[in-house]
Structure formats: C-alpha cells, structure tokens
Nanobody, 123 residues
C-alpha cells in the first residue's frame, strides 16, 4: 500500500490559481511515477498530468501551458500548480502513483489512489 493524501483544493474564480499537493507515506515518490487525474459526475476519470520515474513530464492538451507538475523528493510530495483556471477545470482531482504505469494516461494502469480533492472554478 502507498497511502496518498491530497490537499489544496477549493473554490476559485476563473483566471485564478490553485496548487494541489500529494503526499505519500511509506514509500518514496522518487522511484515511482506520479500522476494527477480528474473526474466530474457522470464522466470517466481523465488524465491531467504526470511525471515518470525518470522525471519526464506529460500533460493533457487541455491543461498544457496552464498546469505544472513537480516533485519535491525531500518532502515526498508532488505538486500540481494550476494557473489560468477555467470553469471546465472544475472536478475532483486525484493523485495516483505506480512503479511503471502503461499506458501512462489510462487510469487503469495506476495502482494507488488518493481520496481526491474538489476544485471548483466559478465563472
């Protein structure tokens, strides 16, 4: 098990920013891939951003240029900086980790998930 705890969600106006945090206990993120997915009611969970074990970054087209994922190994924490937020970014955001997920942008490839944090962007 790799317990994950997300934080940093909330309500923000369009154009604003939020930073989500994901902390892992028990195992280090430095040897694992970490990803962020999001989900809205009635829709499937979708890939947002991810960082591989080798620190290669991937982003969904819808968030490129606005979101940044980063890893702080000393704190076993991964961040998702979200800028220029839009109402369509409203969702529950989930942190996930896996040793080597494949395909990287498919949620079924990832083993461990956090409980999720709500992000609401008002227009």
């Amino acid at each position: 098990q790799v317990p994950l705890v997300e934080s940093g969600g909330g309500t923000v106006q369009a154009g604003g920013s939020l930073r989500l945090s994901c902390v892992a206990s028990g195992r280090t993120f430095s040897t694992r891939a970490v990803g962020w997915f999001r989900q809205t009611p009635g829709k499937e969970r979708e890939f947002v951003a991810g960082i591989t074990r080798g620190s290669i970054l991937y982003y969904a087209d819808s968030v490129k240029g606005r979101f940044t994922i980063s890893r702080y190994n000393a704190k076993n924490t991964v961040y998702l900086q979200m800028n220029s937020l839009k109402p369509e970014d409203t969702a529950v955001y989930y942190c996930t980790t896996d040793a080597d997920p494949s395909p990287f942008q498919s949620d079924y490839a990832w083993d461990y998930w956090g409980q999720g944090t709500q992000v609401t962007v008002s227009s």
